[in-house]
């Protein structure tokens, strides 16, 4: 049951702040495998996408005006349905082809499992303030 567009959002947020937390947890696993490369997801190109098909076609975008075919396809984002999942390189890898960057892995894994419970406390929030509507309803 979906209670409100936002519980949905959050609740697709957290499916993929664990989707990043398991990743960055193998990064560190892999932290000695020879040529191993740390993987992580475009965590808010994921979300804008999941937004977008929620939304559906509720959205009132302007249509940008073309008078060439050869013009770009104006602002938007791309149409990917799901996380892309990349490898982040962007640390020198080591004598062994291993390019895991401890301090990086944790540091991400910190800042991820903090927006994990915020997003845990947010729902939480969310679904105190409906039971409290639903029981004031009732005493009426």
């Known amino acids: 049951m979906q209670i409100s567009p936002a519980y949905a959002m ?6 993929y702040r ?16 020879p040529y191993y490369r740390p993987r992580d ?10 937004r977008r098909q929620l ?3 509720r959205t009132k975008e302007l249509a940008m005006a073309a008078t060439d075919a050869r013009h770009l396809r104006g602002g938007g984002d ?36 903090v927006m994990y419970n915020a997003l845990v406390s947010a729902l939480k929030k969310e679904g105190a303030l409906f039971r409290s509507v639903i ?3 009732a005493k009426v």
Do not use: P
């Open 78 to 113: 791309d149409e990917r349905t799901h996380a892309e999942i990349f490898f982040r390189d962007g640390h020198m890898a080591r004598n062994d082809g291993n390019s895991v960057d401890l301090d990086v892995e944790t540091t991400e894994m910190a800042k991820n499992t």
């Open 41 to 50: 997801i475009d965590f808010e190109t994921a979300l804008r996408q999941e």
């Open 10 to 15: 959050m609740s697709k947020a957290l499916d």
């Open 55 to 57: 939304e559906g076609s």
């Open 18 to 33: 664990a989707l990043r937390q398991d990743l960055i947890s193998a990064n560190i696993a892999n932290v000695d495998t």
């Open 135 to 137: 029981d004031a309803s």
